[in-house]
């Protein structure tokens, strides 16, 4: 078993449609999470960052941990045609530890 | 602009050869990250600096090595190239010492083909 499952989609959605992105992980001692966007030919920019369970927002994005059932979830509402890229959760044992991706998902947003 | 430069963005080049990867941190950015992303793979940690010292090592091969410079910038060395190091060599970097968990911040990437 993978240390971090990502379904790879792709996924397209209408424009202004509600996006969830999920990764599950099989490491109950990972202790931060992290989310990640990348445009294409581009490097991974940080999106959300959180270590708790439970929900952080920022505009349009909410990332959601559930360490309980070693689940994370990226929520993008209103989903714009800028959105489209690809997107990679990242975790983390420790602040000592190297970031562990998922393979990522492809989203198109369909104008 | 995430302030990580990488050179160069794209390098051809054949097997048995030898590459140098460039990268230059973040101003003021101490820890500097090497990472390989491939398709069926995904992005894999290779190693990472700080302060010019080694710190964590992943799956990089032997074949590979790196180093940071008392400038603060850091190249990966890729040796005996066969085809299936093709692939993108992400660098990144951070503020703070190992253990802070500073956000890591990544350049645009080096994509290396051999041929």
């Known amino acids: 078993q993978k240390e971090v499952e990502q379904d790879p989609g792709p996924l397209s959605v209408p424009e202004g449609a509600i996006v969830s992105l999920n990764c599950t992980y099989s490491?109950?001692?990972?202790?931060?999470f992290m989310w990640y966007r990348q445009y294409s030919r581009k490097g991974p920019e940080l999106l959300m960052y959180t270590y708790s369970s439970g929900n952080k927002e920022d505009g349009r994005f909410t990332a959601q941990v559930d360490k309980s059932s070693k689940y994370i979830s990226l929520f993008i509402r209103d989903s714009q045609p800028s959105d489209s890229a690809t997107y990679l959760c990242a975790l983390r044992l420790s602040g000592n530890t190297p970031l562990v991706f998922g393979k990522g998902t492809r989203l198109s947003v369909i104008a | 602009d995430s302030g990580v430069t990488q050179t160069p963005k794209h390098l051809i080049t054949a097997t048995g050869q030898r590459v140098t990867l460039r990268c230059s941190p973040r101003?003021?950015?101490?820890?500097v990250y090497w990472y390989q992303q491939s398709l069926d793979q995904g992005l894999q940690f290779l190693i990472q600096?700080?302060?010019?010292?080694?710190?964590a090592k992943g799956n990089i091969l032997e074949r590979f090595s790196a180093q940071q410079f008392p400038d603060l910038h850091s190249e990966l060395n890729l040796s005996s190239l066969e085809l299936g190091d093709s692939a993108l060599y992400f660098c990144?970097?951070?503020?703070?010492?190992?253990?802070?968990?500073?956000?890591?911040?990544f350049g645009d990437g080096t994509r290396l083909s051999i041929l």
């Open positions: 990144a970097s951070s503020a703070g010492p190992p253990g802070s968990n500073q956000p890591q911040h």
């Open positions: 101003s003021g950015d101490l820890s």
């Open positions: 600096y700080y302060n010019g010292e080694e710190r």
């Open positions: 490491n109950s001692a990972f202790q931060y």
